[in-house]
Each structure stands twice: as C-alpha cells, then as structure tokens.
C-alpha cells in the first residue's frame, strides 16, 4: 500500500496538478495576510478555514490523477478493494501536509502576526497552538468531502465539481452559529471562532470528536459507494 501512496503522489506531482491548490493558497492566503496584522490565534483560525475547500479540492484532483483502468488494476494488484481506496484518502492527507506548513510560515514571512497581543487577547503561544490545531483538524473531513466528489464516485468531472462546491457550501452554512443541524456538516466555522478566542482544552476535545466522527461518517459513504463502482 505505500508503494501505491507513494505511485498516486508522483502522479499527482508530475501532472503538474499540485500547481492549481498551491498557487490558490498563495493568494487566498497573501490576499488575507496583506490586509494588516492578527492575533495569531484569529489569523491561523481563519486561514484554516479558507484551506477547508482547497485541502478538498486538491483531493479531487489527487484521486481523478489515475485512470480507471490503473486504479482497478491497484486493486487486483493489493489483493483488496479496502486498501486501494484507503491508500488514496492517505496519499490525500499526505498531499495536504506541505499546505499545511506554508499556511503556518506563511503570515510571518508576510509579517501577519502580532507578535504583542493586545491586553486581553489570548497569548501568541496559545494562538499558535490553537492555529496549528485548526489546520490539522480541517484536513481529514476535507480528504473525505474530495473523495466523495472525486471522478471515481460521481463518474463525471461536472458532477463532481457540484457535489465539491455544494459540499463546500452546506459546510459553511449549517456551521454558522445557532445552526439546530450544526452536526451534519464538518466543524470548520466552529473552529474558527475557538481559534479567536484561544486554546480552550475541553472545546479543542469536543470539536475533534466532531470532526472525527464526521469524517468517519463520510469515508463509510465513500467506501460504500466505491465498492458498487470499483
């Protein structure tokens, strides 16, 4: 299976299509940054916010990188269906990583930061724990929200780009505040609020089990639906 982790990553690096989340981060994120200084907590919340669709995006393109035929060739040669769809959601995660660590480095190479937080704003180590948190914890439910609108599931490019924005979408509204269906949707704008207001160790917890169990929720349906589609 890591041999087949690491065949999807080449392929998805020598396509060139890396190039299309990577430009997008740059700019969604110098865009941001540019318009001033943060507390690092709010900066990083936010910034993982607007990485949710890209981290999902990038899974799409990772997962539509391999043709049909190779793909049900990676089955036959694994000798299970299960792993060939679990080393595609890992490659995903593993793509993710590097865009993670840009959005970290980043908003200090851009000066973004306020290294002296104002008088009640939570401390810079906090807001950088914080910050670094959110980013991780976006990144599984949007491998999962990829793979559900990747080719392999939707069997059309058009389709998929509608299941991903719709996705992106729902998110965003059934995480807005008061929302009575909050947990149908990935936590995405829940952790952008904590990420304001600091480190806070029992909603830190509360919001991974979310993410989690959403994410989990998702690969189930990824995995079902796949397994009709191989």
């Known amino acids: 299976m890591t041999a087949l982790i690491r065949m999807r990553l080449a392929g998805y690096v020598r396509t060139g299509r890396f190039l299309a989340p990577l430009l ?10 540019g318009g001033g200084q943060a507390p690092a907590g709010e900066a990083y919340g936010v910034s993982a916010l607007l990485l949710f669709p890209v981290f999902a995006w990038q ?3 990772l997962l539509d990188a391999e043709p049909d035929v190779q793909r049900r060739l990676a089955v036959v040669a694994l000798g299970s269906a299960r792993r060939e769809r679990a080393a595609g959601l890992l490659a995903a995660v593993v793509a993710a990583l590097p865009l993670v660590v840009l959005a ?5 190479v851009l000066a973004g930061i306020q ?10 180590g906090s807001g950088i724990a914080v910050g670094l948190w959110a980013h991780l914890v976006v990144v599984a439910p949007a491998v999962a929200l990829g793979g559900l609108a990747s080719r392999a599931v939707t069997r059309a490019f058009g389709t998929g780009a509608v299941v991903l924005v719709c996705g992106v979408v729902v998110t965003l509204v059934l995480g807005l505040r008061g929302s009575p269906v909050w947990w149908l949707a990935p936590p995405a704008l829940p952790v952008t609020r904590l990420a304001v207001r600091g480190f806070v160790l029992a909603e830190v917890a509360k919001l991974t089990a979310h993410a989690a169990v959403w994410t989990a929720a998702a690969v189930v349906g990824y995995s079902r639906v ?5």
Do not use: N
Not at 104 to 108: E, H
Not at 115 to 124: A, E, M, S
């Open 24 to 33: 997008t981060c740059l700019l969604v994120l110098g865009g941001f940054y």
């Open 226 to 230: 796949r397994r009709w589609r191989i």
């Open 59 to 61: 899974t799409k393109l």
């Open 104 to 108: 970290l480095v980043l908003p200090w």
């Open 115 to 124: 290294v002296h937080p104002h008088p009640g704003d939570p401390t810079l």
